[in-house]
């Protein structure tokens, strides 16, 4: 148990579906992060808030939408996604930006695409 | 251009053996490096980290050597035991810039 929750775990959903990831942390860390994991590639940085102002968007298509709404919580709203983006989306979060070698993981969602 | 880089996508080692995982770097700016470590179906997790101005950091089973002038990096388990077996990840930060991932080893350690 890493203090790090995310839900759902699984989810298949298809091109024409909304959905949304949720991420919990519980370790009063300010900073939190959206990583992808495609199968043998590194993991990928998505998005990263910090006191709940979003301070990096890693040129990422506006189907994956963040929402930050308090440091304890990361949303990303899924909608109209393709295939290409079925992979294991992991949420972390750190004490602060600066701090993101200690970066805390959930467990992840794993998304197919349909 | 990927900066960090780790060659074998999957090693198999005999329990009680050594286990040597490896990572290269590019960018000789980096100056903190980190291991971390995923089961299936959890979030990866912290393993151990060296500073640039170190050349070797131990904590008991593990160890990490960092070679600059090679830009290489390994992570070293002995006596590796059955629950070694997971993915690991190389990465590394320069300053408090994003941390950037190799695509990650599958070490599986045989009984």
């Known amino acids: 148990e890493t203090g790090v929750t995310q839900t759902p775990r699984h989810l298949v959903m298809g091109m024409t579906n909304k959905k949304s990831l949720k991420c919990e942390q519980h370790?009063?860390?300010?900073?939190m992060y959206w990583y992808k994991q495609s199968a043998k590639k590194p993991l990928e940085l998505m998005f990263v808030?910090?006191?709940?102002?979003?301070?990096e968007n890693n040129s990422v298509p506006s189907r994956f939408s963040p929402e930050c709404p308090n440091s304890s919580h990361l949303f990303l709203h899924l909608h109209t996604l393709q295939p290409e983006d079925s992979a294991l989306y992991l949420c972390?979060?750190?004490?602060?930006?600066?701090?993101?070698?200690?970066?805390?993981f959930g467990s992840g969602t794993q998304l197919s695409v349909l | 251009d990927q900066q960090v880089k780790q060659n074998s996508p999957s090693l198999s080692v005999q329990e009680g053996r050594i286990s040597i995982l490896n990572c290269d770097y590019t960018?000789?700016?980096?100056?903190?490096f980190l291991w971390y470590k995923k089961y299936p179906a959890e979030g990866p997790t912290f393993l151990i980290s060296?500073?640039?101005?170190?050349d070797k950091n131990e904590d008991g089973r593990f160890t990490v050597f960092l070679n600059k002038s090679a830009k290489h990096l390994s992570l070293h388990i002995v006596p590796s035991q059955p629950g070694d077996s997971a993915v690991y990840f190389c990465?590394?930060?320069?300053?408090?810039?994003?941390?950037?991932f190799g695509q990650g080893t599958r070490l599986t350690i045989n009984p």
């Open positions: 972390a979060s750190s004490p602060w930006t600066g701090s993101n070698e200690k970066l805390f």
């Open positions: 370790l009063g860390h300010n900073a």
């Open positions: 808030y910090n006191f709940k102002e979003q301070t």
């Open positions: 960018n000789s700016m980096f100056d903190y």
């Open positions: 060296i500073s640039s101005i170190k």
């Open positions: 990465a590394a930060i320069q300053g408090a810039q994003k941390l950037v």
